[in-house]
Nanobody, 121 residues
């Protein structure tokens, strides 16, 4: 399966962005798809994931970010609202053919390229 992330950009504090992760070569509903982010000088960290019937969020984004899936478009979205400067990072989507949501990068074996999100003050 191949993943293609898009939708990053530059936004001011408090603004919104929607990231997309197009999944090809597989059926998105059969995968757990997650978003991770990595800021300069920091380790990659889990943001959110969507599985068969569940979603899961990092505490740092709960109430601000929302992950969803469009099976017809084979795409997973990450709606990011009330963005903060500390949300600035490269965001990547990852997938695994499983029904168990994992929150570490080692739990995923398919990765897309990253998309840059920059939040200015």
């Amino acid at each position: 399966v191949q993943l293609q992330a898009s939708g990053g950009g530059l936004v001011q504090t408090g603004g919104s962005l929607r990231l997309s992760c197009l999944v090809s070569g597989g059926t998105v509903s059969e995968y757990v798809v997650a978003w991770f982010r990595q800021a300069p000088g920091k380790e990659r960290e889990f943001v959110a994931a969507i599985g068969w019937t569940r979603t899961y969020y990092a505490d740092s984004v709960k109430g601000r970010f929302s992950i969803s899936r469009d099976n017809a478009k084979n795409t997973v979205y990450l709606q990011m609202n009330s963005l903060k400067v500390e949300d600035t990072a490269v965001y990547s989507c990852a997938a695994r053919l499983t029904r168990v949501i994992r929150t570490t990068p080692e739990g995923y074996d398919n990765w897309g390229q990253g998309t840059q999100v920059t939040v200015s003050s």
